[in-house]
């Protein structure tokens, strides 16, 4: 299957288990690969074959600057769930959703989830 891919997606949410996370929010980057068949738009050159990328940016803000959850795990099905409701051409995607600055002790880089879905 052919993939698009957006990287490191940079966006401010309220994410997380404790009042401090939900209260002063933080930063989230998301990276996404997006399965579909890309040979007609490749041939024809037409957007409509195609996924619109400003528009997958759009709908992952929406779910990462939307109502606060408990789990970046929430925050990654919730994407995917979207994605799907927003592309019909959208067969699979992989989310990554990368919590940079957890309120974990201990010298890190970051926590991240990734899920595969499907199409149902």
Same mark, same amino acid.
């Given at each position: 299957?052919?993939?698009?891919?957006?990287?490191?997606?940079?966006?401010?949410?309220?994410?997380?288990?404790f009042p401090e996370e939900n209260k002063l929010g933080q930063r989230f980057y998301v990276d996404?690969?997006?399965?579909?068949?890309?040979?007609?738009?490749?041939?024809?050159?037409?957007?409509?074959?195609?996924?619109?990328?400003?528009?997958?940016?759009?709908?992952?803000?929406? !779910?990462? /600057?939307?109502? &606060?959850?408990? =789990?970046?795990? %929430? !925050?990654? /099905?919730?994407? &995917?769930?979207? =994605?799907?409701? %927003?592309?019909?051409?959208?067969? &699979?995607?992989?989310?990554?959703?990368?919590?940079?600055d957890p309120p974990i002790p201990g010298h890190y880089e970051s926590v991240a989830i990734e899920?595969?879905?499907?199409?149902?």
């Amino acid at each position: 299957m052919d993939k698009i891919y957006l990287n490191k997606l940079a966006f401010y949410g309220y994410h997380g288990l404790f009042p401090e996370e939900n209260k002063l929010g933080q930063r989230f980057y998301v990276d996404l690969v997006l399965e579909l068949d890309l040979k007609k738009a490749g041939m024809t050159d037409e957007m409509t074959e195609s996924i619109d990328y400003g528009h997958v940016y759009q709908v992952t803000k929406h !779910v990462v /600057e939307g109502t &606060a959850k408990n =789990l970046v795990e %929430s !925050v990654g /099905e919730d994407i &995917a769930q979207q =994605l799907f409701a %927003s592309f019909q051409n959208l067969k &699979a995607c992989s989310v990554k959703v990368t919590k940079p600055d957890p309120p974990i002790p201990g010298h890190y880089e970051s926590v991240a989830i990734e899920i595969y879905r499907e199409r149902p």
